[in-house]
């Protein structure tokens, strides 16, 4: 990977930063501000939750600025969230910003309930270290149990046992992990007939 530059002249990229709001039952990434940046692709993979699987990243130098984690941003049409904000090491000035390329899902909670619940953004991610598809053989039929990870925004509260949308699709909220204070990870299972 290239070493990240900080000088202004470096800074040729324009970023939007986006901030999540509200409106009466959903919650949106809607951007607030543009910005320059010089953004470096990482060689390796960023990881952005604790239970699932690692995502392509971005390191990317911007003027210091209010930047939280709870914010993110959009390069290129992409949706980076953000997993690290420092004070630039060559450079008061500036910030030095680690951050995985995901693709967000609108998703709804609470679908098992006249008239469904929040609307929101979510990842979609792949469950790390744990068998995620098991195959059971009934007869006469087939089940696939199929396991993921939802992580969310930390004002998104999801019910054990309820069901909710993720980008189409129906699954059963199983575990919460809600520890982390940027974000809470949700195990999500559903069930396909073969």
Known sequence: MAE???TCG??????????LTS????LTWEPCRRVWGNVQPTAGRVVFSRTSVSAPGVQLVLRRQALRLTDALRWRGRHVFLTDIRTHPKGRGH???TGALVEPVRCVGDVNLPGGGLVFPAILAERYGRQDL??????PYAVNRIAYVLVTPKAVVLTRGALVDAGGTV???QLAHGLDETQT???VVRKEDL
């Not at 098991?134 to 007869?139: A, P, V």
């Open 4 to 6: 990240a530059r900080w």
């Open 10 to 19: 470096d800074l040729r990229e324009r970023l939007e930063v986006l901030a």
């Open 23 to 26: 409106s009466p039952g959903v």
């Open 95 to 97: 910030l030095l910003v």
């Open 134 to 139: 098991q195959h059971e053989q009934l007869d």
């Open 171 to 173: 699954y059963e909220v």
């Open 185 to 187: 990870e949700y195990e």
